[in-house]
């Protein structure tokens, strides 16, 4: 989900040893200062998927907000960590983004914004284990800040797994800057 920490997660993983499928389109800024890990492609998978199959994915580590793993292709296997934060500090850290960025959220208030994204959140875990092709983890983004090798050496387990090659959990750990978790619940 946008500003779950799917940034983090990245930085861990490239750290770990993974090479990241990304354009650098979108420049690191004041929200994600060691940048934010996209690719046009992966962005655009629900208006037109066929620009993501053009990528080069295998063995290497996309970042896919949640509502869009539905929309990837069926044919390749997929690990899919998913980063699970507190719906409020999504809420929060979306709202700081959007008032530097000089713009307004939606119409819905805070409660019920909070409340559509835990809910997106768990359908697109349930379709994701629906999936034949996804293997998931699901890891808390609070988890890899105050304990970051505890989680750092259970997702380079699950992944490295998957892969069938070893990620550096001691890399993955030191990726994590607990200065950046500025929107705590």
Known sequence: MPRSGTSLMMQMLVAGGLEPVIDEQRPADDDNPRGY???AAVKALGQ???????????GRVVKVVSPLLAKL???????????ERDPAEMLASQQKMLARLGRTGGA????KMTAALGAQHAKAVAGAEARGDMQAIRVAHRG????SAEHAAEVAGFV?????????PTAMASAVDPSLYRNRG
Request: aromatic share 12%; glycine share 10%; net charge negative.
């Open 37 to 39: 890990f996209e690719h």
């Open 73 to 83: 292709p069926v044919g390749p296997r997929y690990a899919v960590v998913f980063v």
């Open 144 to 147: 890899c800040i105050d304990a």
């Open 108 to 111: 819905l208030s805070p409660e």
């Open 48 to 58: 037109d998927p066929s620009r993501f199959a053009g990528l080069a994915i295998d």
């Open 160 to 168: 490295g797994a998957f892969l069938g090659r070893d990620l550096s």
